[in-house]
């Protein structure tokens, strides 16, 4: 054991939680201290108040152990609603906004014992409005990507060990490999998403993060209704599909190598290595997903844009005012080519255990530059499938970099336990 309990895993913090080793309340403080060293530096919050978390961690204390995330500090993406805690979507219109009521997902941590930390940072409404103000922890020059940036970087730079992030085209997998942690984006549609802000409602999904594989599916027993016995796959007979994507053209050269390393460590493990190809299909993905999000966008917005337009980010304006002149022809075509594409790639991916892809076209650039390209994630978003972001393994000095392992909607466990394979 360390005295520095901040750093544990969710897994190992649980773990020693229900068994009385540490107390929630010890637990907090050490999250709490490293956040005051760190935060001035990392901005990952828009909202925390210590004293209501130690409060809050006391009580448990007291009552003791009697949940599965027993007094495990989360962090909660600020577009989801929380009853105790102030709801503002880094934006204008919605400062100090004070719902009083929780989100779904949030309910459901709260039923199984979270320590609900604070708020973290996000881009304006999740969307491509104002970026959050949170910097990458490996090197505060540098992004740690989009709009799930502060639920990642909190995760990252050891302030909380969990937290729940959302993603519409790349805006948790993207943060995930530039923070140099694991996410998990489950299939669409098995966690509500009752209580966060839509951006589009055919692909925003709710997701988090983590710093092991055991602690995502420590929170997917928890969200996932049907969330089965963890199936077993093994690395030295894992089927194990390596897809380049129809972008491999935005591939810079530590992903490339990084994919290339990946696959032969594991044919050397004994995986079966196979490469695959998408069909022509999928070629115009990167283009569909990026006119359904937009035309979307323009229904979800509407309300903020009608109040008060004057407070919104130009680029959110823009798609309430449909500036990219996309028709409902070209929609109702789009949603025709994604469904088309969901159950080719379903068929597709039967034949291996697992799918791995690029998370990000490099490391992270950066933050005067933007919070990145999303282009090697947007297809999953798409397509709907499970995502788990597994950290590769730099050299001192560099900045993270991750892969993306993927499968057929509705394979989550066994997505989950091909990731720890690949890991392992």
């Known amino acids: 054991m360390t005295n520095n309990l901040e750093q544990y895993t969710a897994s190992q913090a649980v773990a020693l939680l229900k068994e009385k080793k540490i107390s929630v309340e010890s637990l907090a403080r050490s999250c709490l201290q490293r956040i005051a060293e760190r935060e001035s530096s990392v901005h990952a919050w828009s909202f925390i108040d210590p004293e209501h978390i130690l409060r809050l961690a006391q009580e448990m204390d007291r009552a003791g152990p009697r949940a ?44 199984a014992g979270a320590l609900i930390f604070g708020k973290t940072e996000t881009a304006e409404f999740a969307s491509s409005g104002n970026l959050a103000p949170t910097r990458n922890p490996h090197d505060f020059l540098y992004t740690p990507g989009g709009s799930s940036s502060g639920s990642a970087a909190a995760v990252a730079d050891c302030h909380v060990p969990l937290t729940i992030g959302t993603q519409t085209g790349g805006s948790m997998i993207r943060p995930a490999s530039f923070c140099g942690v694991f996410a998990f984006k489950p299939t669409w549609g098995i966690v509500n998403p009752e209580g966060a802000k839509i951006f589009s409602p055919s692909m925003d999904t709710l997701g988090w993060f983590g710093r092991s594989v055991d602690d995502l599916v420590l929170l997917n027993n928890v969200l996932d209704p049907q969330a089965e016995t963890m199936p077993v796959v093994s690395r030295s007979s894992a ?31 004994g995986a079966s290595i196979i490469d695959l190809v998408l069909p022509e299909e999928f070629n115009v993905l990167a283009e569909v997903q990026k006119l359904i999000m937009l035309s979307e966008g323009r229904a979800s917005f509407l309300a903020q844009y009608r109040e008060d337009k004057s407070k919104l980010h130009p680029n959110i304006c823009a798609q309430v005012e449909n500036s990219a002149g996309y028709t409902r022809k070209q929609l109702r075509e789009a949603y025709d080519i994604a469904a088309h594409c969901r159950s080719l790639f379903d068929a597709i991916a039967a034949d291996f255990d697992a799918v791995l892809t690029p998370s990000t076209p490099g490391p992270a650039p950066l933050y005067t530059q933007g919070s990145g390209s999303m282009i090697f994630n947007g297809m999953w978003s798409l397509l709907h499938t499970p995502c788990v972001n597994i950290p590769v393994i730099r050299q001192a000095g560099e900045l993270p970099l991750g892969l993306t392992v993927t499968g057929a909607r509705f394979s989550d466990r066994h997505t989950l336990a091909a990731a720890h394979a690949i890991v392992q």
């Open 239 to 269: 089927r194990i599909a390596i897809c380049k994507s129809p972008v491999w053209s935005h591939a810079e050269a530590p992903t490339k190598q990084a994919l290339e390393q990946c696959a032969h460590q594991l044919k050397q493990d």
């Open 68 to 111: 599965p995330l027993y007094g495990l500090p989360i962090g909660i993406k600020d577009v989801l609603l929380t009853d105790d805690m102030p709801t503002q979507y880094n934006s204008a219109l919605y400062e100090n906004f004070h719902p009083h009521i929780d989100a779904s997902c949030v309910s459901l941590l709260r039923q």
